[in-house]
């Protein structure tokens, strides 16, 4: 009984396996035309383009992109959960090691995004030029 319970504690507290192979977080690549744009990202995180920044895989995400003498472009980036091979890799992980009729770490990594990936990603951003004529008048 002690073991059983031992067991059963041990396997709440562990991770989903896409939580421990992929993390949560993803590396955001962002490439703008003109390069050296001001990039800010709803969660805070600034930069200047081209850039790479850490961000969660979960929840809604925008970026802003400015630049002087260009109309600023904002680009919502979504989070989306991955289907393929490697999804099915850490899903199955969840079923061998989180016990089978509904797996703990399923619910590890749906809570915590593991499963998610930003989209797009790479984001690449082309800001339009002002006119003479709207400059002037800013």
Known sequence: MKFT?????????MPGCATVVRGTTET????????????????GLTCFSPCSLTV?????????????????AVVAVG???ETGLKQTA??????LFGGGVIPVGLGVDIATGAMNNRTPNPLFVELVALSAAEESVQ
Do not use: D
């Open 90 to 95: 850490a899903h199955a992980g969840n079923w």
């Open 56 to 72: 969660k895989r979960k929840g809604p995400l925008e970026v802003t992109v400015e630049k002087e003498g260009y109309e600023s």
């Open 28 to 43: 955001l690549v962002i490439e703008t035309s003109p390069a050296n744009a001001q990039v800010s990202l709803s969660n």
């Open 79 to 81: 989070s989306y959960a």
């Open 5 to 13: 319970f031992a067991f059963l504690f041990l396997v709440l507290l």
